[in-house]
């Protein structure tokens, strides 16, 4: 089997000769290649505060008190934004279990 892929020149005028070898080289180095950080979305911001903007509304925050607070630090979202992901938060949080009926309180 031939280990040289078809020769070219690339524009720079150096050779494109590329073995198996290399081919194999590149491709270990691109999958072992760290995934490049991206900026989090305002989605995913919301996501991750979420469960801490629940607490601030326990405690008596309003949402255009949150909404200030969130601009204060760089992070420009709407009052519904910060509710649909309150809600969502809220929504996936298991449910307490009640004691059984009949079961004697711990009071």
Do not use: F, W
Request: with cysteine; aromatic share 0%.
């Amino acid at each position: 089997m031939n280990d040289h892929l078809n020769a070219t020149t690339h524009s720079s005028g150096t050779p494109a000769v590329l073995t198996l070898k290399d081919i194999e080289r590149i491709e270990k180095t691109i999958s072992s290649a760290p995934v490049p950080a991206r900026p989090l979305t305002t989605a995913d911001a919301l996501v991750s505060l979420a469960p801490a903007m629940s607490k601030a509304r326990d405690r008596g925050h309003t949402l255009a008190s949150l909404v200030q607070l969130c601009e204060a630090q760089g992070l420009h979202v709407s009052e519904r934004q910060l509710s649909r992901a309150i809600s969502t938060a809220r929504a996936s949080k298991p449910a307490r279990k009640k004691p059984a009926s009949g079961a004697p309180s711990a009071t």
